[in-house]
């Protein structure tokens, strides 16, 4: 497609449950970020692929999170066990290059995760 | 952390002022960029100003940046209804595997 898109867009699920949230980047951007945006928070860091690999994982919060992008294009945010501190909007962006001085990150919609 | 501060934390102004927002961060950055956030959506990039800039344009937008005072700030011009949203700001600085974003400002353009 022409955009980030992330799926589900809302995703509601009960304490204790395992959730994955997907990321499909524009086609031909290496870099791919995940965020996690509070309500009236601004977005916070999670984790940022070049490629395959996980160049930056310093901003999981825990072992709970983790997340992949295999082929180096779709990425799958995973969370185990999920707590209801874990809702907010996760939202995923990509950009053409990554690394010391990228230009425009483009984002998704976002995945709202609701935990009950 | 690095993380940006917008200032204010919310603007309310009429249709066809000016808008001012500003944003200060706390390490040397490789450059820094604007968003925009609807209420619900995803974030929308505005414009990019590198280390080495003082000042870009981008049809009614004014970005400034001051690396000595580590600030910057985003001016819209002949403010619309439709340019209601938050705006953020965002740095990066070292390998720049990170964007910090700041916490926001709201701005309500009231018609």
């Known amino acids: 497609g022409a955009g980030v898109s992330q799926t589900p867009s809302n995703k509601v699920t009960e304490k204790g449950k395992y959730v994955e949230l997907r990321c499909d980047p524009i086609?031909?951007?290496?870099?791919l970020y995940w965020y996690r945006q509070s309500l009236g928070q601004g977005p916070e860091f999670l984790i940022y692929f070049q490629g395959t690999g996980a160049a930056d994982d310093s901003g999981l919060p825990n072992d709970r999170f983790f997340a992949v992008r295999p082929e180096g294009s779709v990425s799958t945010l995973k969370i185990q066990r999920t707590e209801r501190g874990d809702s907010a909007v996760y939202l995923c962006a990509s950009s053409r290059f990554g690394g010391q001085g990228t230009g425009e990150l483009f984002f998704g919609e976002g995945s709202r995760l609701t935990v009950l | 952390s690095q993380q940006g501060e917008e200032d204010p934390q919310a603007l309310s102004i009429q249709e066809g002022e000016n808008a001012t927002m500003n944003c200060s961060y706390k390490t040397s950055i490789n450059n820094l960029q604007w968003y925009r956030q609807n209420s619900g959506r995803g974030l929308v990039h505005l414009i990019l100003i590198r280390s080495n800039e003082r000042e870009k344009h981008s049809g009614r937008l004014r970005v400034t940046l001051d690396t000595s005072k580590k600030s910057s700030s985003l001016l819209i011009t002949a403010s619309r209804a439709a340019d209601t949203a938050s705006y953020f700001c965002a740095t990066d600085a070292g390998a720049g595997n990170q964007f910090y974003f700041g916490t926001g400002t709201s701005l309500t353009v009231i018609p």
């Open positions: 086609s031909g951007h290496t870099a």
